[in-house]
C-alpha cells in the first residue's frame, strides 16, 4: 500500500457530500479525514466488517459485490472517483453489507462513523448531501428492478453498457472505452442475468462488430446499436449520451 497524497480543501469541495460547505466546516472535515491507497486488486473492507468506517473514492475504480448464505456472489454496483461507499453501515447495523475490491490503483478519505455524524450535527449540509445521494442510489436500484421484471436480458445488457458508459466512458479512436476492467460475469450480474446469457449476447455483438474486448475492457463501437436494443419496447427511458 503505497503513501496516499495529501488531502486539500480544494479537493473536498468538490466531493458531492461536502458540496456547499463554507471554509470553516471543510477544516473540520479535513480535521478528522483519513486517507489510504491502495494497490490493485486490494480488499478495501469485508461483507459483515464491523469496524465500519465512511469512504469517499478520491481515484481509482472499485467493485463493491456481495455473497448470500450459499456462498454465491453478485456484483451490486461499481465506485467512481468521487463516489461514497460503505456508509450505509453507519446507520444500519454497524456492519458492512459488501465486499469492496480495488479494480485499479485506488486513493480513498474515509471518516469513523462518530467523526461523520459530529460533522453531520454540527453541518447540516453534509446531511443534506447525504440524503440526496441515498435517494439518487435508491431511484436507480427502483430502475434495476423494474428492468429486471419486464426486459429481456438482451435488453438489460444493453441498459447496462449504457449506463457505464455514461459513468465512465471516454471517447477514442477505437470507440468509447469503459474505464476500468470489467469481467463478463460483472456484466451479468449488474444485468441481473446468467453469465452464460451475458456471454451468448457480448459474443454475438463482437462478432456484429458493435463492441470489442481491449485488455479486459470494453469498448463499443456503435453505440446506436445498443441504443437500439435498450430503447426496443420502450425508448422513453433512455437519456441519449453526450
Given at each position: 500500500?503505497?503513501?496516499?497524497?495529501?488531502?486539500?480543501?480544494?479537493?473536498?469541495?468538490?466531493?458531492?457530500?461536502?458540496?456547499?460547505?463554507?471554509?470553516?466546516?471543510?477544516?473540520?472535515?479535513?480535521?478528522?479525514?483519513?486517507?489510504?491507497?491502495?494497490?490493485?486488486?486490494?480488499?478495501?473492507?469485508?461483507?459483515?466488517?464491523?469496524?465500519?468506517?465512511?469512504?469517499?473514492?478520491?481515484?481509482?475504480?472499485?467493485?463493491?459485490?456481495?455473497?448470500?448464505?450459499?456462498?454465491?456472489?453478485?456484483?451490486?454496483?461499481?465506485?467512481?472517483?468521487?463516489?461514497?461507499?460503505g456508509a450505509i453501515s453507519l446507520f444500519t447495523d454497524r456492519r458492512y453489507p459488501?465486499?469492496?475490491?480495488?479494480?485499479?490503483?485506488?486513493?480513498?478519505?474515509?471518516?469513523?462513523?462518530?467523526?461523520?455524524?459530529?460533522?453531520?450535527?454540527?453541518?447540516?449540509?453534509?446531511?443534506?448531501?447525504?440524503?440526496?445521494?441515498?435517494?439518487?442510489?435508491?431511484?436507480?436500484?427502483?430502475?434495476?428492478?423494474?428492468?429486471?421484471?419486464?426486459?429481456?436480458?438482451?435488453?438489460?445488457?444493453?441498459?447496462?453498457?449504457?449506463?457505464?458508459?455514461?459513468?465512465?466512458?471516454?471517447?477514442?479512436?477505437r470507440g468509447i472505452v469503459i474505464r476500468f476492467p470489467l469481467r463478463r460475469r460483472?456484466?451479468?450480474?449488474?444485468?441481473?442475468?446468467?453469465?452464460?446469457?451475458?456471454?451468448?449476447?457480448?459474443?454475438?455483438?463482437?462478432?456484429?462488430?458493435?463492441?470489442?474486448?481491449?485488455?479486459?475492457?470494453?469498448?463499443?463501437?456503435?453505440?446506436?446499436?445498443?441504443?437500439?436494443?435498450?430503447?426496443?419496447?420502450?425508448?422513453?427511458?433512455?437519456?441519449?449520451?453526450?
Amino acid at each position: 500500500m503505497s503513501k496516499a497524497p495529501p488531502l486539500s480543501r480544494q479537493t473536498l469541495s468538490n466531493l458531492e457530500l461536502f458540496r456547499g460547505l463554507p471554509t470553516a466546516a471543510l477544516d473540520d472535515v479535513l480535521a478528522s479525514a483519513t486517507t489510504r491507497s491502495f494497490a490493485r486488486d486490494f480488499r478495501v473492507f469485508n461483507q459483515g466488517e464491523t469496524r465500519v468506517r465512511a469512504h469517499v473514492l478520491l481515484n481509482g475504480w472499485i467493485r463493491i459485490s456481495q455473497s448470500g448464505s450459499d456462498g454465491a456472489q453478485i456484483v451490486v454496483r461499481f465506485i467512481g472517483p468521487g463516489d461514497i461507499f460503505g456508509a450505509i453501515s453507519l446507520f444500519t447495523d454497524r456492519r458492512y453489507p459488501a465486499d469492496a475490491d480495488t479494480l485499479t490503483e485506488a486513493t480513498e478519505v474515509s471518516w469513523s462513523d462518530r467523526a461523520l455524524l459530529d460533522l453531520m450535527n454540527n453541518h447540516p449540509q453534509i446531511a443534506i448531501n447525504a440524503v440526496r445521494i441515498v435517494g439518487q442510489r435508491l431511484q436507480e436500484a427502483q430502475h434495476r428492478v423494474r428492468e429486471l421484471a419486464t426486459q429481456r436480458a438482451e435488453r438489460r445488457v444493453a441498459h447496462a453498457l449504457l449506463r457505464l458508459l455514461r459513468q465512465v466512458g471516454t471517447m477514442t479512436s477505437r470507440g468509447i472505452v469503459i474505464r476500468f476492467p470489467l469481467r463478463r460475469r460483472d456484466v451479468a450480474d449488474i444485468a441481473g442475468t446468467t453469465l452464460y446469457s451475458a456471454s451468448r449476447i457480448l459474443s454475438a455483438w463482437e462478432r456484429a462488430g458493435w463492441l470489442k474486448t481491449l485488455d479486459r475492457r470494453i469498448a463499443v463501437e456503435s453505440l446506436s446499436e445498443l441504443m437500439r436494443i435498450a430503447e426496443d419496447e420502450s425508448g422513453s427511458d433512455i437519456t441519449p449520451l453526450p
